[in-house]
């Protein structure tokens, strides 16, 4: 307890803040005297020489001296800047060797350092590695996630443009096949939409294009159960073959429209007689409309029965 009221007695207190102002004082001096500080300074390069491609080897920052006010000098080291570089701005001095000019250091004082003045780069030479690039067209892909509501699902969509132009170093391009994209599904619709997907440029591949759009048709879908009869291909005409049972159950799911003017040619259940196993032969949908989803509800198989005459 008396260690604690000495702590927070006046007399400390006042001899604290003396030290805080000393400090305080300091530090105000300090910074309104003229300085010079070293930053690391990040760079990106710009406008890049038509079917040139920069490598990531590429020199990624240099050091920048500058001499101002420090006061002007301390915001720059929490925030320094990042230099964007026209790469037909430097002045090439060998094979992908470049220099800063004065015009274009001057330029940079002007862009970055308004309030300071740029004393020295280092290095004064930058290696910036230029290769040819090639170019890819690939297809663009896209894949819708999520849960649909009940009853409801995708009929088709579209993508637009669908397919792109990829551009890069050969060795990249080799494993490109196409451009994937996902795309979640909109909550709780019910009703066919469009919208757009951004497309990023990489460090190392370039598109022609920076969206793509793209247009969902949704339908309303129903269930409904049919008989279907059962045809019997490759059948040999010196024997006549029997079916059980000669018509199947099927199950369909889809567009109410389309299942409501189903026609009973629309949809195809063959029995092939060269498939045939020693009792069964399979069944399978040959024919029916693309919206349409054909299960068998009860058997996939029939069997069957050869008489001779």
């Known amino acids: 307890m008396k260690l604690n009221r000495y702590f ?19 530090l105000v001096g300090k910074l309104s005297k003229e300085a010079t500080q070293q930053y690391t300074i990040k760079l990106r390069y710009m406008e890049v020489p038509t079917e040139r491609f920069v490598e990531m080897e590429a020199s990624p920052t240099i050091k920048v001296k500058l001499r101002g006010v420090g006061f002007s000098l301390f915001k720059y080291t ?27 250091k001057q330029q940079l004082n002007r862009q970055y350092f308004p309030d300071v003045r740029i004393e020295e780069i280092q ?3 930058i290696k910036i590695y230029l290769k040819k690039i090639k170019q890819k067209k690939v297809p663009v892909r896209l894949q819708f996630s999520g849960t649909l509501q009940e009853d409801y699902q995708v009929d088709s969509y579209k993508v637009f443009p669908d397919s792109v132009v990829v551009s890069g170093l050969a060795a990249d391009l080799d494993t490109i096949t196409g451009v994937y994209l996902q795309k979640k599904y909109k909550r709780n619709v019910t009703t066919s939409y469009s919208g757009e997907i951004r497309i990023t440029d990489t460090p190392k591949l370039h598109y022609d294009t920076d969206k793509v759009t793209f247009s969902l048709q949704m339908v309303h879908v129903t269930e409904q159960e049919i008989k279907a009869k059962v ?5 040999p005409f010196s024997v006549e073959v029997k079916l059980f049972p000669e018509e199947v159950p099927l ?6 429209e389309t299942i409501r003017n189903l026609k009973p040619t629309d949809i195809t259940i063959v029995a092939d007689y060269n498939q045939r196993k020693d009792r069964y032969i399979p069944l399978e949908v040959r024919k029916k409309p693309a919206s349409l989803n054909v299960n068998f509800t009860e058997q996939k198989e029939v069997e069957y029965l050869i008489i001779h005459e």
């Open 251 to 256: 199950l369909l799911t889809g567009n109410v």
């Open 123 to 125: 290095p004064d030479t």
């Open 231 to 235: 045809q019997l291909i490759h059948q």
């Open 78 to 104: 929490f925030s320094p800047p990042v230099f964007s570089l026209s790469v037909h701005k430097l002045k090439k001095v060998g094979k992908d060797k470049y220099v800063f000019t004065e015009n274009l």
């Open 8 to 26: 927070f007695s006046k007399r400390t207190i006042g001899i604290l803040f003396c030290i805080l102002l000393a400090a305080l004082t300091w």
